[in-house]
T-cell receptor, first 114, second 111 residues
Framework: SAVISQKPSRDICQRGTSLTIQCQVDSQVTMMFWYRQQPGQSLTLIATANQGSEATYESGFVIDKFPISRPNLTFSTLTVSNMSPEDSSIYLC???????????FGQGTRLTVV | GENVEQHPSTLSVQEGDSAVIKCTYS??????FPWYKQELGKGPQLIIDIRSNVGEKKDQRIAVTLNKTAKHFSLHITETQPEDSAVYFCAASPGGFKTIFGAGTRLFVKA
């Protein structure tokens, strides 16, 4: 199993600003994933982050808006840039320990943009 | 790409009754089907999963069935308790680390 810590757990931000969310895992993992969960909705994959390479973004998400860092095998950050109220969501970090098996999630970051 | 549909969106049961949530998927290459429970203010937590070489799996009060031919799978919770109240997500994985989630079912267990 894996223990995933996300920071911050919640934040209220002004539109036009940026927020960086941190994800720390208690063991080394190859793949880390960032999801967005809009209020009352399901989880939508934003991007997949591999250590040592550029993140792979899903359709509808771009690096300029959601830059991702993956400096080592236990840590990743997601930045939500130039925020607007439409970015208000829960952002979740996830890891897959060994490929196509159980995914572990952090507790999420609840972002409100005013 | 894979598409996962989940029904119902809301389910209300009396404590002690059973709850059934159903999902269908579109990609026949999907071979891993996890179910997640999400409580308020928390991230999703895996509660049970099934692979395409198995038709049914049970863990205490929770069971999952898979029909590969029909491309549907279901979650069964027996003897429901108030603490089972949460949002449940089904998901399908066609491989390559990608997991597609259903829309979620909000389960209410009335005491």
């Amino acid at each position: 199993s894996a223990v995933i810590s996300q920071k911050p757990s919640r934040d209220i931000c002004q539109r036009g600003t940026s927020l960086t969310i941190q994800c720390q895992v208690d063991s080394q993992v190859t793949m880390m994933f960032w999801y967005r969960q809009q209020p009352g909705q399901s989880l939508t994959l934003i991007a997949t982050a591999n250590q040592g390479s550029e993140a792979t973004y899903e359709s509808g998400f771009v690096i300029d808006k959601f830059p991702i860092s993956r400096p080592n095998l236990t840590f990743s950050t997601l930045t939500v840039s130039n925020m607007s109220p439409e970015d208000s969501s829960i952002y979740l970090c996830s890891v897959d320990m060994s490929g196509n098996t159980e995914a572990f999630f952090g507790q999420g970051t609840r972002l409100t943009v005013v | 790409g894979e598409n996962v549909e989940q029904h119902p969106s809301t389910l209300s049961v009396q404590e002690g009754d059973s709850a059934v949530i159903k999902c269908t998927y579109s990609d026949s290459a999907s071979n891993y089907f996890p179910w997640y429970k999400q409580e308020l203010g928390k991230g999703p937590q895996l509660i049970i999963d099934i692979r395409s070489n198995v038709g049914e799996k049970k863990d205490q009060r929770i069971a999952v069935t898979l029909n590969k031919t029909a491309k549907h799978f279901s979650l069964h919770i027996t003897e429901t308790q108030p603490e089972d109240s949460a949002v449940y997500f089904c998901a399908a994985s066609p491989g390559g680390f990608k997991t597609i989630f259903g829309a979620g079912t909000r389960l209410f267990v009335k005491a």
